[in-house]
């Protein structure tokens, strides 16, 4: 007969001890910071809305309006290039009486766009469209042409900030963190909104439009190890 062969299991840990790991903490931190610009860019969206029973008529109308919209500005003078059409569409028009719909004719809308390096300007050129036909101003904005360098800087004080988050973190903790980060993440933002003023003065001689400061702002996420 064969002797039997004995195996001494492994020895557990009592229910409800304590088992410590050796796996290292991490402590995750966002940064946030804003860098403020004066914008060097204005983009005004403005046009000619005509209404017609006969389509031909409408559009003719609208042509001519927007003609002489464009006109007037590289009158200012405006470079052509400058201009651009930003939206041109024709919609049918209904009303509806007792029920039913009736229709009425067509309106033809053509949406320009105008870019200015000089946002000072904006005022004088609003003004000048609405004088040579212009009856809707969709939106006035103002903005940077190269915005990079000071998101750059954004992010780099949004990435410090992160650092000094973990370090009060750390200090409070009694830990110490690692050299380097584990990771280091750029967070997607909802563009700020572009600031602008407008005020209606009645003895203004030019819309008074303020470009104000713009807030350029990064946000980062940061990882770091401690022990």
Do not use: C, W
Not at 30 to 53: H, K, M, Q
Not at 77 to 102: C, F, H, N, S, W
Not at 210 to 223: E, F, H, R, Y
Request: charged residues 15%; hydrophobic residues 40%.
């Amino acid at each position: 007969m064969q002797p039997h062969a004995f195996y001494a299991a492994a020895p557990q840990p009592p229910i409800g001890a304590l088992v410590r790991h050796t796996v290292p903490g991490r402590v995750e931190v966002t940064g946030e910071a804003s860098v403020s610009a004066e914008p060097d860019r204005a983009v005004i969206v403005l046009g000619a809305v005509t209404e017609n029973a006969s389509l031909s008529e409408a559009q003719a109308a609208n042509t001519e309006a927007v003609n002489r919209i464009i006109a007037a500005l590289t009158a200012l003078p405006l470079p052509r290039e400058a201009i651009a059409t930003a939206d041109y569409r024709i919609e049918m028009q209904y009303v509806y009486e007792d029920g039913k719909q009736r229709f009425t004719g067509y309106r033809v809308t053509h949406l320009l766009q105008i870019t200015l390096d000089e946002p000072s300007r904006a005022g004088t050129v609003v003004d000048t469209a609405v004088a040579s036909g212009a009856n809707t101003v969709t939106s006035v904005s103002f903005r940077l042409a190269r915005p990079q360098p000071y998101y750059h800087a954004a992010l780099s004080a949004a990435v410090q900030e992160a650092q000094r988050k973990a370090g009060t973190v750390a200090r409070t903790l009694g830990v110490r963190l690692s050299p380097q980060p584990q990771l280091v993440e750029e967070l997607s933002r909802v563009p700020e909104p572009i600031p602008y003023q407008t005020a209606m003065l009645a003895d203004s001689k030019v819309t008074p439009l303020q470009p104000g400061t713009l807030q350029v702002t990064s946000s980062v996420k940061v990882v770091y190890a401690y022990s």
